[in-house]
């Protein structure tokens, strides 16, 4: 997980991670407000920090009932409440420091995780595909994108990019969307041929089989890319177009 996505979650945390707590002079004690507790607990759980310390919570009082309250002796309360505050503490700390290194990211902004590179010449073909795709997309009069690396973390790579208008970050989104489609006709098209190819069919019709799927997949691709212009651009700019067109099938390479 992105530490700009942990540094948003921890800040929700600080405020969800609430309770209740009222000691009365019988050793009654009450806890309140338990099903916020449970969510925010889940939640937490979900970054894949603090682990241990939340499941030792999986046994107690909040989550062995569904109720919004539960009473206790005030001795087993006090424990849990123990517990309870030191996670709170940890949360509030890991909050912190996520705060200091997080940075912030313009509503502008994309994030985009890098494949995996073992060397320089993998970076600068990832960041020449991506270059190409953002400023043939987007730096145009109508859309007037930008593009721009605002920031990088460790780790798997990933890459905030600041494309400088709503309508970039959209026409971006939406060729991407689109690309995932197409991907996903590919991959069907793949497993037809596999099982034509396991029925044993001449070679002659298995050519004509992929010939028609390749027409059916570049009548796609222009739909698609004629779509996002239409979506995105007014006018008819068949260069534009065209761009739209190859920058999809860069996505698919």
Same mark, same amino acid.
């Given at each position: 997980m992105k530490i700009k996505e942990l540094?948003? /979650?921890? &800040?929700?945390?600080v405020q969800e991670l609430d309770f209740e707590y009222k000691e009365n002079s019988n050793n009654i004690t009450y806890f309140r407000k338990l099903t916020g507790l449970r969510k925010a607990l889940n939640k937490l759980e979900t970054t894949g920090l603090l682990t241990e310390e939340i499941k030792e919570f999986r046994s107690t009082a909040i989550?062995?009932?569904?109720?919004?309250?539960?009473t206790l002796n005030t001795a087993e309360a006090r424990q849990l409440k123990i517990k309870l505050d030191n996670l709170i503490r940890l949360v509030r700390s890991l909050n912190s420091s996520f705060e200091e290194i997080g940075g912030e990211v313009s509503e502008n902004s994309i &994030? /985009?995780?890098l494949p995996e590179i073992t060397d320089f010449d993998d970076l600068s073909k990832f960041s020449s595909d991506f270059h190409k795709i953002f400023t043939q997309a987007i730096v145009n009069d109508e859309i007037n994108g930008q593009v721009r690396i605002d920031s990088v973390e460790n780790g798997? /790579?990933?890459?905030?990019?600041?494309?400088?208008?709503t309508a970039a970050?959209?026409? /971006?989104? &939406?060729?991407?969307w689109s690309a995932a489609v197409i991907?996903?006709?590919?991959?069907e098209g793949q497993l037809i041929e596999q099982h034509v190819t396991s029925l044993k069919i001449k070679n002659d019709s298995l050519k004509e089989i992929q010939e028609k799927q390749k027409q059916a997949l570049d009548l796609m691709i222009?739909?698609?890319?004629?779509?996002l212009y239409d979506e995105s651009f007014e006018g008819n700019d068949n260069e534009q177009i065209e761009r739209l067109?190859?920058?999809l099938k860069c996505y698919l390479v």
């Open positions: 540094k948003n /979650i921890f &800040s929700e945390l989550f062995t009932t569904n109720k919004d309250n539960v &994030s /985009i995780k798997s /790579i990933w890459l905030d990019v600041y494309l400088g208008t970050v959209t026409l /971006i989104g &939406s060729l991407t991907f996903k006709k590919i991959k222009e739909a698609e890319a004629k779509s067109n190859y920058l």
